[in-house]
Nanobody
């Protein structure tokens, strides 16, 4: 599976963006999908995930502001980010996990494939 993330950019605090992650292949619906982010000088952190049965998970820091959803007909997972804050500034990565879950979708080591990342910069 190859993943291509897009949609990042520069936005003012309080603004919104929609990130997209397009996947290659015909088995997209069988993958659990996640978004992680990495801010400058910090470790990569979990943001949100959606299972192949549409169960969603969110980091506490983004609950109520971010929404993950997927369109299996387009092999794409989306991340709607609203009410952006300067602390949301990071490179956002999408990832895919297949097979049986061992660690849970909040763990980066659970994922088998990663996209290249799309940068989001929030100005105050």
């Amino acid at each position: 599976v190859q993943l291509q993330a897009s949609g990042g950019g520069l936005v003012q605090a309080g603004g919104s963006l929609r990130l997209s992650c397009a996947a290659s292949g015909r088995t997209f619906s069988s993958y659990h999908m996640g978004w992680f982010r990495q801010a400058p000088g910090k470790e990569r952190e979990f943001v949100t995930a959606i299972s192949r049965t549409y169960i969603t998970y969110y980091a506490d820091s983004v609950k109520g502001r971010f929404t993950i959803f997927r369109d299996n007909t387009k092999n794409t997972v989306y991340l709607q980010v609203n009410v952006l804050k300067p602390e949301d500034t990071a490179v956002y990565y999408c990832a895919a996990a297949g097979g049986l879950l061992r660690l849970g979708l909040k763990e980066s080591k659970e994922y088998d494939y990663w996209g290249q990342g799309t940068p989001v910069t929030v100005s105050s």
